[in-house]
């Protein structure tokens, strides 16, 4: 069974510091990857997505994330965060084309003004 | 281009009772996904319903059930209510189901919010 894990279940930072948010996945063949956010009061919503090609992936709002399949972790990035960024970050799997996505169980962010 | 849409917003039962939460798809979208998102937690699917079948089934036990309507709406009932079911029941809708190609993106809506007393 494929599993979803994120390395932190809180992170606090001040605006202006480099955001690193850890996904790691447990599954052995083809994979797309997500990490979707969700602001205080909001649905989910897409950041970005990996499906094939550039294991480097660019999204909305300045985030980042980058594939590598050897660790099987998808990490998202931002070089530099507001306070805007505070959420909930989720990281997803879906595995051989199913329509089933995995969760990971998320990290909360609270970026300090 | 209307996006996901769930209905109600909030809803308060009690236990053994029967709910059922409903979503309309982002237009153009055929396939819909229901989700529990339990407190602090990260949503886990529930099934996956196109043309009006269940598709997919994740770890949740009869008492949970599904419909899908020809406009692409869909149902989800849950019966005999547990204080556990207390959660944000998430729908998503996307346009190509798994069994065709690669899956697209998913679109959530809102949720409804349900508590068990």
């Known amino acids: 069974a494929q599993s979803v894990s994120q390395h932190n279940h809180h992170v606090i930072l001040s605006e202006a510091a480099s955001l690193e948010l850890g996904c790691n996945y447990s599954?052995?063949?083809?994979?797309?990857l997500f990490w979707y956010v969700q602001y205080p009061g909001q649905h989910l919503q897409l950041l970005l997505k990996?499906?094939?090609?550039?294991?480097l992936v660019k999204g909305i709002k300045g985030f980042e994330a980058e594939f590598i399949k050897s660790k099987f972790s998808f990490n998202l990035r931002k070089p530099s965060v507001q306070w805007s960024d505070t959420a909930e970050y989720f990281c997803?799997?879906?595995?051989?084309?199913?329509?089933?996505?995995?969760f990971g169980p998320g990290t909360r962010l609270s970026v300090l003004p | 281009d209307a996006g996901v849409t769930q209905s109600p917003t909030h809803l308060i039962k009690t236990r053994g009772q029967q709910v059922t939460l409903r979503c309309s798809p982002k237009?153009?979208?055929?396939?819909v996904s229901w989700y529990q998102q339990a407190l602090g937690q990260g949503p886990q699917f529930i099934f996956q319903?196109?043309?009006?079948?269940?598709?997919q089934r994740g770890n949740f036990p009869d008492r949970f059930s599904g419909h899908q309507f020809p406009n692409y709406s869909s149902e989800l009932n849950v019966n005999a209510l547990l204080l556990g079911d207390s959660a944000l029941y998430l729908c998503?809708?996307?346009?190509?189901?798994?069994?065709?190609?690669?899956?697209?993106?998913?679109?959530f809506g809102p949720g409804t919010r349900l508590t068990v007393l």
């Open positions: 998503a809708s996307s346009l190509v189901p798994g069994i065709l190609g690669p899956t697209d993106t998913q679109y």
């Open positions: 599954y052995g063949g083809t994979v797309n």
């Open positions: 990996y499906f094939s090609g550039d294991p």
């Open positions: 997803a799997v879906n595995a051989d084309y199913g329509q089933n996505f995995v």
């Open positions: 237009s153009g979208h055929d396939t």
């Open positions: 319903y196109y043309e009006e079948e269940e598709r």
